[in-house]
């Protein structure tokens, strides 16, 4: 399934670089889109990894550096060029460790796409963070009430957005996958399987909501 998701990062790609059209793109996406739907109807056994009681991975994706950009852009390159541009017209100096503060970004991107992974299996959505130490979150796919996409203007662009899960899980009722390709396509494949952990656990629609 990890392929399908390939495959849609790539047209995506190529419709950014103006090799596909849109309606060739739209037409690619839910032809893959359709082959995840049947995937998951089928319990296809020849899928990736498996993690116990027949738990399937789907895909394993991390945020996209594209995601930081702006905080990149903003803080390692606008705010020091302004600081050592001040300083050297008030005071005629020139602060060279101030441009050690664009250094400080590029870590933090670094280590947020590094540290954080979004794995869905048929079973469950599970958020890790850190690079150190761990943190899990996980929701049971069956308990997922809606799912959101989001893209700026400059996400669209680069060909990336957020998708936020909300559950009714008490612990972690909302969980945003931060900067992941083709967030449409994710969020279907989110959507696809959820609806096939609904039927496959038997639970009622009055289940999913919050007392």
């Known amino acids: 399934m990890s392929s399908v998701i390939e495959d ?23 032809r893959l889109i359709s082959k995840t739907k049947e995937v998951a109807v089928r319990g296809d056994k020849e899928q990736t990894a498996q993690t116990g009681d027949n738990e399937i991975e789907i895909f394993k994706l991390s945020p996209s550096w594209k995601a930081y950009f702006d905080k990149v852009f903003l803080y390692g390159v606008m705010l020091p060029v302004t600081i050592v541009s001040a300083v050297k017209l008030a005071f005629g100096l020139f602060l060279m460790p101030v441009f050690l503060m664009s250094v400080v970004p590029l870590i933090y991107m670094c ?67 931060i900067g992941v390709p083709d967030p449409l396509g994710i969020k279907e494949t989110i959507r696809t399987y959820f ?5 496959r656990e038997g639970a009622r629609a009055s289940e999913f909501f919050q007392s």
């Open 8 to 30: 849609l990062v790539r047209l995506n790609n190529l419709r950014i670089d103006g090799g596909i059209t849109e309606e060739e793109f739209d037409y690619q996406k839910e």
């Open 111 to 177: 280590v947020k796409t590094r540290s954080t992974h979004y794995q869905l299996t048929t079973h469950r959505l599970i958020v890790t963070n850190g690079l150190f130490s761990k943190q899990v979150q996980d929701i049971e796919l069956y308990r997922v009430q809606d799912l959101h996409s989001a893209q700026s203007l400059l996400a669209r662009m680069m060909g990336i957005g957020n998708v936020t899960i909300v559950s009714a899980d008490n612990i972690t009722p909302v969980i945003t996958l």
């Open 195 to 199: 609806r096939a952990s609904r039927k």
